[in-house]
């Protein structure tokens, strides 16, 4: 079992940038950045293999947002730049033991563990 915290969630003007974080609380081989704005689909933002570091992104996001990690303290960020009204959403961390290889990259699928979230509002 592996919680996760997540923090940094905040209110910001559009054009602003602002960085969450996820702590994990064990060994991941995956974690993601997940979104859902009300009444709208959860949808993957971006996602990082713990060991290589290697990193995978919606098209919504690339260029402007970015996906990290200190293994050091298990924890990975999200900073998020350029932000955009219809980036308002709440934010969920996500996580996986496992690979889950043929499921989509940016899929729910792919995690057994959740945050709570963090919400994150921008305004025009």
């Known amino acids: 079992q592996v919680q996760l915290v997540e923090s940094g969630g905040g209110s910001l003007q559009a054009g602003g940038s602002l960085r969450i974080s996820c702590v994990a609380s064990?060994?991941?081989?995956?974690m993601g950045w997940f979104r859902q704005a009300p009444g709208k689909e959860r949808e993957g933002v971006a996602t990082i293999l713990t060991g290589s570091g290697s990193t995978y992104y919606a098209d919504s996001v690339k260029g402007r947002f970015a996906i990290s990690q200190d293994n050091a303290k298990n924890t990975v960020y999200l900073q998020m730049n350029s932000l955009k009204p219809e980036d308002t959403a709440m934010y969920y961390c996500a996580a996986s033991q496992n690979s889950y290889a043929s499921r989509p990259a940016l899929s729910p699928l792919r995690y057994d563990y959740w945050g709570q979230g963090t919400q994150v509002t921008v305004s025009s």
């Open positions: 064990g060994y991941t081989y995956r």
